[in-house]
């Protein structure tokens, strides 16, 4: 069981819901000054996405978990993030670094959660990759849906 306080995020919507998952892959950085990095390692990464939304859907959900851990964890668990198309380019966008793992979780769930009738938005994805280092993005603007 995971037990973990995050930073939070100030947001205008009356719902926030927070769905915790453990994604185990292995990564490394292609580039020569990324150290020990550059080389094939891997995490157990704790990765919170924050949802927040006014309006629930017509089962009382502001989003389904199951469906947030499908879209995430069931993409990228055990695999080399290094194989995935968001992550196979040279481009510091695409390295998959701690941040732009951050970054593109939030765009993956931010994709989904727009084809939704009641908008929920995300308003923020924590990835931590080792016990000491973790990793907040949020958007520069949340832009509330409706």
Same mark, same amino acid.
């Given at each position: 069981?995971?037990?973990q306080?995050?930073p =939070?995020?100030?947001?205008?919507f009356?719902?926030?819901? %927070?769905?915790?998952?453990?994604v185990?892959?292995?990564?490394f950085?292609?580039?020569?000054?990324?150290?020990?990095?550059?080389?094939?390692?891997?995490? @157990?990464?704790?990765?919170?996405i @924050?949802?927040?939304?006014?309006?629930? /859907?017509? +089962?009382g959900?502001?989003?389904?978990?199951?469906?947030? !851990?499908?879209?995430?964890?069931? =993409?990228y /668990?055990?695999?080399?993030l290094?194989?995935?198309? #968001?992550?196979? +380019? %040279? /481009?510091?966008?695409?390295?998959?670094?701690?941040?732009?793992?951050a970054k593109?979780?939030? /765009? !993956?769930?931010?994709?989904?959660?727009?084809?939704?009738?009641n !908008?929920?938005?995300?308003? =923020?994805v924590f990835?931590? #990759?080792?016990?000491?280092?973790?990793?907040?993005?949020?958007? !520069?603007?949340? #832009?509330i %849906?409706?």
């Amino acid at each position: 069981m995971l037990s973990q306080i995050y930073p =939070q995020t100030d947001h205008p919507f009356s719902f926030e819901l %927070n769905k915790d998952m453990h994604v185990s892959a292995a990564h490394f950085i292609p580039r020569e000054d990324a150290g020990a990095c550059s080389r094939v390692h891997g995490h @157990t990464y704790t990765i919170n996405i @924050t949802i927040a939304g006014d309006e629930l /859907d017509e +089962s009382g959900f502001l989003v389904n978990f199951s469906t947030l !851990k499908k879209l995430i964890h069931g =993409q990228y /668990d055990h695999t080399l993030l290094n194989d995935h198309e #968001e992550f196979s +380019s %040279n /481009d510091r966008y695409a390295m998959p670094t701690t941040e732009v793992v951050a970054k593109t979780v939030h /765009d !993956k769930v931010a994709a989904y959660l727009s084809t939704l009738a009641n !908008k929920p938005t995300c308003v =923020q994805v924590f990835v931590r #990759e080792t016990p000491t280092s973790y990793c907040v993005y949020r958007p !520069k603007r949340v #832009e509330i %849906n409706g």
